[in-house]
């Protein structure tokens, strides 16, 4: 399978624990993005690499939010603290280089805070 | 105001219906733009990329007016098969993809 791999698809937690999420991007894609997703609302833009480098992260996120990119290949999302209002549909995407290029998403790991 | 809107719908549709969606964009520095159809509980899937000439796929028409800031998706011929959510996205121009909150499309028999 060549597509976005997200793991792992479904995550229960305790409020207060910590989670951490892994997004293997298409292998040739340079760009790689991380959203989140409620019920009923679309993808809400958190942060993107284009290789290692984050280039923008939201305003809105929380410090408790951090996202890796090491070798400019897979992507970590990490969440500190969890609290319910962290519960939603993570979704990682990635897309080549240049203007006009298409984004593809993984299926998403589903977040629930308990 | 947010960067991208839609209406959120539902639009409820009978089969061979036409229907249409808007979606506006805020930043005129935008480049690109794209409908995505999202299944309950799946990824988005994208569906076309928008082109500044408009461009057609089978039954599904896009079409962008960069003076109003706006881009649209024609679906002719519906089927029950097109019920899903369309996301809009657009490029913001720092290559930040930002999508709307979706509209909810019904076919119904």
């Known amino acids: 399978d060549t597509g976005v791999s997200q793991d792992p698809r479904h995550k229960i937690t305790k409020r207060g624990q910590n989670v951490t999420f892994r997004c293997d991007p298409i292998?040739?894609?340079?760009?790689l993005y991380w959203y989140r997703q409620t019920l009923g609302q679309g993808p809400e833009f958190l942060t993107y690499?284009?290789?290692?480098?984050?280039?923008?992260k939201s305003r809105l996120l929380s410090d408790r939010f951090s996202a890796e990119r090491p070798k400019g290949s897979f992507s970590t999302l990490e969440i500190q603290r969890t609290e319910q209002g962290d519960s939603a549909m993570y979704l990682c995407?990635?897309?080549?280089?240049?203007?006009?290029?298409?984004?593809?998403f993984g299926q998403g790991t589903r977040l629930t805070v308990v | 105001r947010k960067e991208v809107e839609q209406d959120p719908g539902p639009f409820n549709v009978p089969e061979g219906a036409t229907v249409a969606f808007n979606c506006t964009y805020s930043?005129?520095?935008?480049?690109?733009f794209f409908w995505y159809r999202q299944d309950c509980r799946k990824e988005p899937k994208l569906l076309m990329s928008?082109?500044?000439s408009g461009n057609e796929d089978g039954r599904f028409t896009a079409q962008l007016n960069r003076a109003s800031q706006y881009i649209s998706l024609l679906i002719r011929d519906s089927k029950l098969s097109d019920s899903a959510t369309y996301l809009c996205?657009?490029?913001?121009?720092?290559?930040?993809?930002?999508f709307g909150t979706g509209t909810r499309l019904q076919v119904f028999p």
């Open positions: 995407a990635s897309s080549s280089q240049g203007a006009g290029t298409e984004a593809f």
């Open positions: 292998s040739e894609h340079n760009r």
């Open positions: 690499f284009q290789n290692e480098a984050q280039l923008e």
């Open positions: 930043n005129s520095a935008s480049q690109s």
């Open positions: 928008v082109y500044s």
């Open positions: 996205a657009v490029n913001t121009g720092t290559d930040k993809l930002i």
